[in-house]
Each structure stands twice: as C-alpha cells, then as structure tokens.
T-cell receptor, first 112, second 111 residues
C-alpha cells in the first residue's frame, strides 16, 4: 500500500490567495483526519470525516477554512483567503474505525 | 477540555542508555492511548498503544506504562539508538473520537 498521499508537498503563496491541499487516504479506511502542526501549538486536529461525512469541525480556525470529502478516496482542505498565520505543516491521516492513524508526509504551507 | 502535558520538552540521552518520556493527561474518561514518533520532515508514526484496562504493554524495545490514578503515561525505550531521535507524542483518545497530541517531547540521542 502506498500509504496516505498528500499533495502538494510544499506550497508557497501570497496572502489573500486560495490554497487547496489534497489527500488520498489508505484504501479501506473509514476515518480521515486533517491536522495542522506549528511550533507554538503542536499538532492540532482541524476536522475529521467518517465514511466521507464531516463529524467534527470544531478545530477549524475560522470560516476561511473548509474541507470536503467527495468520495472515500479523496479529500481537500481549502483556505480562502490565506493569511501569513496559516503558515504551517498540514497533515492528513486515515484510520480504520478510530484506532491507529496513518499519517501522510504533510504539506508545508508558507503564506507570504 | 482535554489537555496533554509533557514534563520534559527536550530529552537528551546517551546512545545505549534507556529513555523515559513522560506524559500527563487531564481527561479521566480517556480509555485508549497511543504513542507516536515523528522524525524530522515526516508525519507521526504509530509506536505502541495501550488500553485503560492495562497498566503495562511491551513492544520491541519499547514499553508503555499507564497510571490511571495520577493520569500519567510513560514511554520507555531500551538501548536508545540514533534512529530513535525524534519528537514523541502521547495521544489520549476521548469520547469525541479525537486524539489530543499537544506539542510533543523531543528526544536527542547523543553519540
């Protein structure tokens, strides 16, 4: 299995631009999680899906952030408009039930 | 809400010695815990888990101890190797199906 796939691996954008991060979970997993990691706040859960349905988005910072999971093999996290404080590493993870989560390699986002 | 604290943000250990990474949690309802290892530039990777009906679980060179009375976990790594250098997270699971990771503990292995 290729594991969780994320793209792009690095993204540099200017403030105000729209950013879309993509994730392909491990086949057969029914949970998908989006995390953000910064030095100051560590690893924070933004939102998670179960069977493609958003279950908890209480970690989404504000309305500028949105996430979708149109099917079992694809999810996106969108930031519009982006701000410098959004700069972080964004991880996608998937799991079977809510057990051990398998993380992707992350997307390093820099907003200038 | 849930909080996870780590007693030692950075731990330096001599190669070959044993490492102990500690973790305190606040939600007494947490009944499942996972330790993750994150190497530089990579996503966290599962190391070992433990359920609240256990107080000890062993894996390959790692042992996790759980003390529910004081809401404390520890991860013990035997014969620490350079490849063990990483950031370690303990992640208690709460009833909202969420793991709380916190900032982690950095383990540095000295040659």
């Amino acid at each position: 299995d290729a594991g969780v796939i994320q793209s792009p691996r690095h993204e540099v954008t200017e403030m105000g631009q729209e950013v879309t991060l993509r994730c392909k979970p491990i086949s057969g997993h029914d949970y998908l999680f989006w995390y953000r990691q910064t030095m100051m706040r560590g690893l924070e859960l933004l939102i998670y899906f179960n069977n493609n349905v958003p279950i908890d988005d209480s970690g989404m910072p504000e309305d500028r952030f949105s996430a979708k999971m149109p099917n079992a093999s694809f999810s996106t996290l969108k930031i519009q408009p982006s701000e410098p404080r959004d700069s972080a590493v964004y991880f996608c993870a998937s799991s079977l039930f809510h057990h051990e989560q398998y993380f992707g390699p992350g997307t390093r986002l820099t907003v200038t | 809400g849930e909080s996870v604290g780590l007693h030692l943000p950075t731990l330096s250990v001599q190669e070959g010695d044993n490492s102990i990474i500690n973790c305190a949690y606040s939600n007494s309802a947490s009944d499942y815990f996972i330790w993750y290892k994150q190497e530089s530039g990579k996503g966290p990777q599962f190391i070992i888990d433990i359920r609240s009906n256990m107080d000890k679980r062993q894996g390959q060179r790692v042992t996790v101890l759980l003390n529910k009375t004081v809401k404390h976990l520890s991860l013990q790594i035997a014969a620490t190797q350079p490849g063990d250098s990483a950031v370690y997270f303990c992640a208690p699971w709460n009833a909202a199906y969420k793991y709380i990771f916190g900032t982690g503990t950095r383990l540095k292995v000295l040659a």
